[in-house]
T-cell receptor, first 115, second 113 residues
């Protein structure tokens, strides 16, 4: 199994540009998540999904959109990039709800710079 | 609301030293508790977990005990190696269905040979 894969690894955007960060998992997990990691700030949840066709906002959703048309894929869309979105983005998945102690599996991350 | 507080880094130790990274939490009921590790240039991966009070999670020589009375989940290792250099995150998942996992800010660990 490849686990959770993310593309691209690195990207530089100009202010106002848009892009989609791709995330795919091959573990047949129902739950998927997008986080951003800012230096010294830990991880903040952007959006999550509990299954195909179902998405919901996390702690910091402004400026982002997601969709979940299949179990495997969970792309994150930035419509109008801003310098405040410079960060490292991680996609993760889990078999079931985290309240049951299920672990999250993380992708390798996408380092995004907006200038 | 739920929260996690972990000791700030960086923490620098010599090889074979004893390691403790403190983590305390605030939550109602009995959350699940996790330690994740992030090696340079990689995503996070689960190191260990505990889902009920007095449980001890362990992996790769690391241990942490779920202490309800002190609301703590401190990470310990008896003898660290250079390869343990990484960032360590304490995390909590609340009991309610709508609760999301909350991560601490991370503690960077440097082990000197």
């Amino acid at each position: 199994n490849a686990g959770v894969t993310q593309t691209p690894k690195f990207r530089i955007l100009k202010i106002g540009q848009s892009m989609t960060l791709q995330c795919t998992q091959d573990m047949n997990h129902n739950y998927m998540y997008w986080y951003r990691q800012d230096p010294g700030m830990g991880l903040k949840l952007i959006y999550y999904s509990v299954g195909a066709g179902i998405t919901d906002k996390g702690e910091v959703p402004n400026g982002y959109n997601v969709s979940r048309s299949t179990t495997e894929d969970f792309p994150l869309r930035l419509e109008l990039a801003a310098p405040s979105q410079t960060s490292v983005y991680f996609c993760a998945s889990s078999y079931s709800e985290l309240q049951g102690g299920y672990e999250q599996y993380f992708g390798p991350g996408t380092r995004l710079t907006v200038t | 609301g739920n929260s996690v507080t972990q000791m700030e880094g960086p923490v620098t130790l010599s090889e074979e030293a004893f390691l403790t990274i403190n983590c305390t939490y605030t939550a109602t009921g009995y959350p699940s508790l996790f330690w994740y590790v992030q090696y340079p240039g990689e995503g996070l991966q689960l190191l260990l977990k505990a889902t009920k009070a007095d449980d001890k999670g362990s992996n790769k020589g690391f241990e942490a005990t779920y202490r309800k009375e002190t609301t703590s989940f401190h990470l310990e290792k008896g003898s660290v190696q250079v390869s343990d250099s990484a960032v360590y995150f304490c995390a909590l998942s609340g009991m309610n269905r709508d609760d999301k996992i909350i991560f601490g800010k991370g503690t960077r660990l440097h082990i000197l040979p």
